[in-house]
């Protein structure tokens, strides 16, 4: 009988893990981020999951504007210039002078992506931060660091275990978000 009682106890607090997992509203896999807030929040507009009937997400080759589709309404155009990013296929995006980069890290620092030349196959992809969500976004370099990070002392001696010399981009980039993680180093966004 303890056996069992012991079973149960122990089971419970897996029970109310699951039970409030499955109180949670699902987040969407597509939709459109209107404002950095809306990003931090987990806020989308337009949101539906991939493969919901009738609805589409789609950027327009010749003009810089969100094309959105959604059963029993006209479908309508954003202007990019209007938006902070979009969601598709569960990835995030932000859009910046008309440019999606894809949102790999947003914690402690912000990392960007561009992918490779995939025409060629050439290449790898390209990555960027950002001191916060709505700051302008830089290419990885010790110089775009130490101007971004002036006034963060702390930061800017974290940097100096960046590889510089390795030509790999990915290999800076996880350098850069393992940078923000080390002791003495501050874990907000901007400080």
Partial sequence: MKTIAFAVLAALPFSVLGQQNAQRMPFPDNGIYRSASDFAARTLTDGFDTGQPGYRLKNEVFEP???????????????????????????????VDGQLYRIEHADRVIIYSLPANTITGA???????????????????????????????????????IDWQNDHPSVRARQLVEAFYKPGVTSQVAD
């Fill in 65 to 95: 504007v969100v094309k959105v589709d959604e059963p029993n309404h006209q479908e309508f155009k954003l202007s990019m210039a209007n938006l902070w990013g979009e969601r598709k296929l569960g990835v995030d995006y932000r859009i």
């Fill in 123 to 161: 290449g790898w992809n390209t990555y960027y931060f950002s001191r916060e969500l709505n700051s302008p976004i830089y290419l990885i370099t010790a110089h775009h660091l130490s101007d971004v990070y002036y006034d963060q002392p702390a930061k800017l001696a974290a940097f100096d275990g």
